[in-house]
């Protein structure tokens, strides 16, 4: 008898993959003795070949289908990965592509509720329900195993142990999510005498100069998470880096705008909380410093 062989359908985005990590690890207790591949974007193959609940990453690049030798090169690709079993976590039109088009013969896990969910996390739950497996982790992500231990380094940076950590990116596709005033919150935090960490990601490097403190750019998404397990508090946008902290157990807020819904993110933890704005052009540094003080993280 063939081994099982499970292929997960999820692309991303980088926050989505976050968020589903309880339920990869829901999958993986439930599949024990299977084989698991994951089906993913090609930036997010080095991220999930770490993930302790996969066995191996297939890169999809997405490219329109009228490109014919890439389609028929990852048909080829998964026909010979010996697939018996496809798990479809991205619900999307381009999977129900796949299922017609690349592996229409094998048995397909799709969500099969016409009404959209309250949360991208609550309609995998829904899958998993659906498909009888137990949601046991889905809404306890643990990403603390992306954690690379950055102790030293951060010695070695002189970077000073109780940091409080800004991560004011975000998708560039995404910019209306991201809160302006994060340069005048350094400066602030700085004059109230916090050691005060910055982390600009790939689209934000130009603006290094605007903050106080120590800036870092070009970190790894391995060390992105060892630097966030160092700090005492983090403060970051409806992001990627926000969902690593939170699901690390780091204490936090992530800055919500009138564009994106707490609800739907699933961000909430019992150390991490999203703080709404209903226009983050207005929302004052001081009401940011206000929300800090009511939180402990500063004495105003």
Known sequence: MSETHILLIKHGAFGDLLQADGVLRDIRTFYHHARITLLTAPAYKSLMQRNPYIDSVISDNRLPLWHIQAFLGLRKTLINADINQVIDLQNS?????????????????????????????QGLIDLLEQAGIPAEYARQADLTWMAEDMHNWLITQKIKPGFILLLPGCSARRSEKRWPFYPQLAETLTAKGKNVLTILGPDEGSLAPQFSGTVLTDLSWFQLAGVIKQACFVIGNDS???????????????????QSCPQRAEITREQFKPFSSSDLSTLRVDTVIDYLSERGVIVV
């Open 240 to 258: 990627g880096p926000s969902h690593l902290a939170a699901h690390i157990g780091q204490a936090g807020m992530a800055i919500f705008g009138p």
């Open 93 to 121: 039109q381009r999977s129900r592509l796949y299922r017609m088009l690349l592996l229409p013969k094998l048995p397909w896990l799709q969500r099969t509720a016409k009404t959209a969910s309250v949360s991208g996390l």
